[in-house]
């Protein structure tokens, strides 16, 4: 009962969300109650699949940056030549979530222009936390009796951590992954404000001509997309998991 809930919820707002992307005017009775002065109900000043794109592409590429680098940290505080930069590493990965992305983006901007780089920039430092705390966390959480089995099997360093540590922490790093990537894709909305291609051009539009119908509909994608790619990634972490042997069918 619940798979089917669960599946009909998710074919909804799959197609809510096309909807919204490709035929929004379909939408346009609902919409036009939340404009004033008979302003227009639906956004055409650019394609909202157009805009969609392109807000996901700032996501995607900010995200596998973040990933690189924040698995690749975790990886190297988790070994005992690099264990003394834990304290460091967290602090570098906390303050990417302690200065607000429009500050960061008020300091990139001078020095990158506007566009794509500095709000990439903004984005790869708002994803590095949850996915290297997720990664220290997965790897410290390898039993001690598994690390000590797999070096009486003979195996190396690099072995060891490709064959057990990794595999065993894969789940807690996709967790990260998945807050990482459902952070980035709402806080992606602000690249607007400084010429990036995305869907905070149609929420800032709204704000600006006070067009709550524009509001709306910004707002809507982007939780839409948030909630269905969280739950793909949450499904393709099941499989993963399930292969690996770390997850009962």
Avoid: C
């Avoid at 607000?100 to 008020?106: D, E, G, I, N």
Wanted: aromatic residues 6%; proline residues 6%.
């Amino acid at each position: 009962m619940k798979l089917l809930a669960a599946n009909g919820f998710r074919l909804a707002a799959l197609a809510l969300l096309l909807i919204l992307l490709f035929r929004t005017e379909w939408l346009a009775p609902l919409f036009i109650p939340l404009t004033n002065n008979n302003a227009p109900p639906i956004y055409t000043q650019n394609s909202l699949a157009s805009l969609a794109a392109g807000h996901l592409e700032l996501v995607l590429i900010s995200i596998a940056a973040s990933s690189v680098l924040a698995v690749l940290g975790g990886i190297f505080v988790t070994r005992s030549s690099g264990a003394e930069f834990l304290p460091l590493s967290r602090a570098i990965a906390n303050a990417g979530q302690t200065f607000p992305p429009v500050a960061v983006l008020a300091i990139a901007v001078p020095a990158t222009g506007f566009g794509m780089a500095p709000t990439l920039i903004a984005l790869f430092l708002y994803g590095l936390l949850p996915i290297f705390e997720n990664t220290v966390s997965g790897l410290k959480q390898v039993p001690p009796a598994v690390l000590d089995a797999a070096d009486g099997m003979g195996m190396n360093t690099r072995q060891r951590l490709i064959s057990v540590e990794l595999p065993l922490a894969m789940p807690l790093i996709l967790e990260g992954l998945k807050v990482a990537t459902v952070i980035n894709i709402g806080t992606a909305t602000i690249g607007s404000t400084v010429a990036a291609k995305g869907l905070g051009e149609v929420i800032i539009a709204g704000l600006i001509s006070d067009n709550t119908a524009f509001i709306l509909q910004g707002g809507l994608i982007v939780g839409l997309m948030a909630v269905l790619i969280y739950d793909v990634m949450g499904l393709a972490e099941s499989a993963i998991t399930r292969k690996m042997g770390l997850r009962a069918d």
